[in-house]
Structure formats: C-alpha cells, structure tokens
C-alpha cells in the first residue's frame, strides 16, 4: 500500500498567520493518464470531511482561495495564506492514484 | 441539494451483522461512483469499499474483504454496505461518500460500534 506520510501531525498557529502542511507518499502518485490523484481534506470538530482541494491544486468549489495546494510526484504542501478561527480542525491528504486509497494520518491545526 | 444520508448504524455483538444504507439526493446518482470510508473513534480516515456506477467494479480493502459487501440500487438512489462478522475494531462512523475525482461529497456518518 501507498504510505501517505505529513508533517507536522500538530499545528499550532497564530490567527491572521500563514501555515503550511507537508505530505509525502512513498510512491509516484503520477497516474497512467498524467494526472495526479492527491486530494486535501479538512475535518472540522464534529463535523463529517470536507474536500477542500483536488488532484493536487485544483480548490473545491465555496472554499476560500487563502487555501492552495501544489506539488509533485511524491512531495505535497497545503498552504493557508492567512490562518482564520473557522480552519480550526484536521487536515488529512490522501491518494488516489493506487488500490487501496490511503490517507495521511491527519494534521491537527489549533490555534495559539 | 446534494445531499448523502446514512444510517443503520448501532451497537452490535461480535460476529453479528448490519446493514447501512446511504440514500443520495440532488444529484444523478446513477453516474457516480460511490465509496464507504469509515473513521475508528479519536482515529484518521479508512477507505474500505468502492463501487462503481453499474456495480461492475467493486474493490476492498484488506481489513474487511471476505467479510463487507458492497452494492447499491441506481432506481432507489441508494447505496449500502452489509457487514457481516464484525469485530471491535470495526467500530467507527462510516461515511458514504461520492466519487468525483474521488470523495468530494460527504454523509454526516452513522456510528457502528462492536464492544470487545
């Protein structure tokens, strides 16, 4: 299976702050067809998993355009230009290039 | 509105079975493929079953092959997960989410525990 590796697991951040979160796969998530299946997905407390983000840099429609995505091959950032209070929650990528899809374990952004 | 709705969630004994369905509105169900992803309380995200939008393809993961089936109605709108065998660690909130370039729509969940 494709390990879906990020970092930081927790991120503390100040509000009106950028912040920036790191996932790796062990793998080339390069498909057959030249795109590149990594989503972003943020889970708010209580709440069910929202995508924000497709094949690697591509914004969900309703989501705010401080948030933006890019990389690849293996090395993936999400990036929040300026953090606000209603991004208080979990950040997961996951890929979806192989079988089994698999997630990274989660970046819990809070704020300081 | 596009919406996902599961249920049959509960508490069940182990090596009992359930059966969750997810009903989906405001959308051509039909077109989509569909995948069962579950989250283990305090936990990150599982994928565990997907299939596709004539039920030709379906795929598991390891953890609950032999054991999960998959399926869904198109004349219902509705898809389901039969969950047979169940252990404690089966335990979660699984969610039916929508395939368009993979999971961009999401159930509130329904909540499977299996108590050790």
């Known amino acids: 299976d494709v390990v879906m590796t990020q970092s930081p697991l927790s991120l503390p951040v100040t509000l009106g702050q950028p912040a920036s979160i790191s996932c790796r796969s062990s793998q080339s998530l390069v498909y057959s067809d030249g795109n590149t299946y990594l989503n972003w997905f943020q889970q708010r407390p209580g709440q069910s998993p929202r995508r924000l983000i497709y094949k690697v840099s591509n914004r969900d429609s309703g989501v705010p355009d401080r948030f933006s995505g890019s990389g690849s091959g293996t090395d993936f950032t999400l990036k929040i230009s300026r953090v606000e209070a209603e991004d208080i929650g979990v950040y997961y990528c996951m890929q979806g290039t192989y079988w089994p899809r698999t997630f990274g374990q989660g970046t819990k952004l809070e704020i300081k | 509105e596009v919406l996902l709705v599961e249920s049959g969630g509960g508490l069940v004994q182990p090596g009992g079975s359930l059966r969750l369905s997810c009903a989906a509105s405001g959308f051509t169900f039909s077109s989509y493929s569909m995948n069962w992803v579950r989250q283990a309380p305090g936990k990150g995200l599982e994928w565990i079953s997907y299939i596709n939008s004539g039920s030709r393809t379906i795929y598991y993961a390891d953890s609950v092959r032999g054991r999960f089936t998959i399926s869904r109605d198109n004349a219902k709108n509705s898809l389901y997960l039969q969950m047979n065998s169940l252990r404690a660690e089966d335990s979660a909130v699984y969610y039916c989410?929508?395939?368009?370039?993979?999971?961009?729509?999401w159930g509130q969940g329904t909540l499977v525990t299996v108590p050790s």
């Open positions: 989410t929508r395939d368009y370039y993979i999971f961009d729509l």
